[in-house]
């Protein structure tokens, strides 16, 4: 309840290094997740700011602001290892009908750290483009079945940032 009621790190990152997207078909839970990186005094790439946008229930909110705690700071090979248990635990606990919020926020930092190596030409782990193709399915199946939903969903976030 501390992260729904305070979330950390809400809103959005203006010319964001990665931005990852994901949605939940089932509970229609929608994350943005942005990044900014930077390197760390022995010059490995971290994540020096994360912020997120969600649309969805109390646990979407909470594992989204669970997700940026966890990452930030972080160098992109450690945030890429956070998943679900570690979203869990820092929350003290989910309702295991919301476990999914947890998959979808580790989900969202992926794509978000995809997104970043791959505007820079950047070596992408091969299980991390694994992960990848899989969100890409999933967000082609939501969007070919309420095509007409995402298409005004996507003009509101636009017209709000």
Known sequence: MKHFLNPKNMGKIKNADGIGKVGNLTC???MWLYIKVGKNKSGKEIIK?????????????????????LA???TLDKAL????????KSLGGLPLIKIHCS????????????DYLKKNKKEIPLELQKK????LKS???IEHR??????LEEKIHKKKN
């Open 28 to 30: 229609g839970d929608v």
């Open 132 to 135: 990848h193709e899989i969100s």
């Open 139 to 141: 967000k082609e199946s």
């Open 49 to 69: 700011d994360i912020k997120f946008e969600t649309f969805g229930c109390v646990a979407a909110l909470a594992t989204s602001s669970a997700i940026t705690e």
């Open 146 to 151: 309420y095509h007409d939903w995402t298409n």
């Open 72 to 74: 930030k700071g972080q």
């Open 81 to 88: 290892k956070i998943n679900r248990a570690e979203i869990v």
């Open 103 to 114: 998959v979808l926020a580790a989900d969202a930092l992926e794509e978000a750290i995809y």
